[in-house]
């Protein structure tokens, strides 16, 4: 998946105080330094948190980005340079560290008045010309907090790896006011995808084609013919270059045509503070158990299919009138219900050849895809096999209905048949995991790694030391 997991999840001031790759060194800048002065440099930059343990006395790329950090942390000139006044400021007891430096930073924001809706003020003109200069705001600032405002603050939010509210609170402003946050043209660019990748994006781009009526295939996060000539018909209607490939243009166009649209149904890659609301709901009755983002990912659309199960309504995943109003409603089901337990107990009981066939054609489909793990360390794979079987009608809540499905000991490897729910039990002195995955015959299964959270294909012949058990459906 491209860099798009990259992107959510960079940490508030990294841009700005990370060591990256400066352009090729002036040579003229190691004129005045010895070897062993710009090694003493860097140990002192170490210690102040600005370079990382790749001291070696050469002033390269490297050594200058780190200086950069520590002049402008220092109130200093960034020259990247060690000047007379960056070598006094850097070997007194007053240097400023990448610690310090981002503690003040923080402090200094979190005191801020959070704007919203309806403020009006120059603090509201100063974010919207900022937003405009990044590319999320299109129209012309006027220090009226309108809903447009609200729209491209949420796309920042988003984009820029935090909690979707669509309110400039203090988070929002220190990215937006002293940070180098990713910009809306290079977060395009970073979906772009096409014919052969595969991932988060590509998944999205599915979601929103289907939502349009172009996309009429299995949303499988693997970008193949139908999705290209899906593509090719909405850029042709629209009037943009078809190129069947999912380019920053289209991406402008999809973001924008969501957002026209509010009345579709939410789905996989929607965010705002209404997708905060939801998942506030769906966890207060006993469905979502994870952080609360704003962002419809994996876990959202698997706790909607569950409430949909629990509700008697078609699970498709998505949030829409009928599922909303039930959800919102004094009367919504909850999982605690003694009623809805029953119902998820006889579907679960009910496995059978069928329900195999569904599991190994919904785990089959997300081969080569990205999926965004939360597993626990006694259950690695949960998170994934949970949302293939709830994905096949399944209405997996815990990781003990997946245990208790997994009955039965396997003694040989070929006993596994595609679709079964597989557990890899394994102990050593002092734990015991259960890895879970899904049977996808000749030996092999389909799981997810504790490194990435990548869905792979593993022989089961390599997972040593464990005992195996599979489900029984007879």
Avoid at 71 to 80: D, I, K, M, Y
Wanted: charged share 20%.
């Amino acid at each position: 998946m491209k860099a798009l997991k990259r992107i959510l999840i960079l940490a508030a001031a990294a841009a700005l105080l990370g060591a990256g790759l400066a352009e090729p060194l002036d040579t003229e800048l190691l004129v005045d330094m010895t070897s062993d002065e710009v090694y003493r440099m860097e140990l002192r930059l170490w210690e102040l948190g600005y370079l990382s343990d790749d001291y070696d006395g050469v002033f390269d790329a490297q050594t200058r980005a780190a200086l950069e950090s520590f002049q402008q942390a220092n109130g200093l000139e960034v020259t990247g340079e060690a000047d007379d006044a960056t070598r006094q400021r850097m070997n007194s007891s007053d240097a400023l560290s990448r610690q310090g430096y981002l503690s003040r930073f923080t402090n200094a924001y979190a005191q801020m008045t959070p704007l919203e809706k309806g403020s009006t003020s120059n603090d509201v003109l100063s974010v919207q010309r900022k937003l405009k200069e990044y590319g999320y705001f299109a129209g012309e600032p006027d220090g009226i907090f309108s809903d447009a405002t609200r729209q491209a603050v949420e796309s920042f939010q988003m984009v820029n790896g935090l909690p979707v509210t669509g309110v400039a609170d203090g988070a929002v402003l220190m990215r937006l006011m002293a940070d180098s946050p990713i910009t809306w043209p290079a977060f395009l660019s970073e979906m772009s995808a096409s014919e052969g990748d595969s991932g988060l994006n590509v998944y999205v781009l599915q979601r929103k084609l289907a939502s349009l009526g172009y996309f009429t295939g299995s949303c499988t996060a693997n970008f193949g013919n139908l999705t290209r000539e899906a593509l090719a018909a909405y850029q042709r209607d629209r009037g943009l270059n078809v190129t069947g490939k999912a380019d920053a243009f289209t991406w402008s166009a999809l973001y924008a045509e969501a957002a026209a649209q509010p009345s579709l149904a939410l789905k996989a890659g929607d965010y705002g503070d209404n997708i905060r609301q939801i998942q506030e709901r769906l966890n207060a009755l006993g469905f979502f158990d994870h952080e609360i983002t704003g962002v419809f990912g994996y876990t959202t659309e698997t706790a909607a299919r569950l409430f949909q199960m629990a509700a008697n309504l078609t699970p498709t995943g998505e949030i829409d009138s009928e599922t909303l109003a039930l959800l919102s409603s004094d009367g919504a089901v909850s999982m605690l219900d003694g009623i809805v337990q029953q119902r998820f107990q006889l579907m679960l009981d009910a496995a059978n050849a069928d329900a195999q066939a569904a599991v190994a054609k919904r785990a089959r489909e997300l081969v080569g895809a990205s999926f965004g793990s939360e597993d626990d360390e006694l259950y690695p794979g949960f998170a994934f096999v949970q949302y293939v079987c709830v994905s096949a009608g399944l209405p997996v809540t815990f990781p003990e209905d997946l245990i208790r499905m997994a009955d039965r000991q396997v003694e040989t490897i070929a006993a596994v048949e595609p679709g079964d729910i597989v557990a890899f039990q394994s102990a050593s002195a002092d734990t015991v995991t259960i890895r879970l995955a899904v049977g996808a015959g000749d030996s092999q299964v389909i799981c997810t790694t504790a490194e990435g959270g990548w869905v792979v294909l593993s022989y089961m012949d390599e997972m040593e030391g464990a005992t195996v058990y599979c489900w029984d459906a007879d």
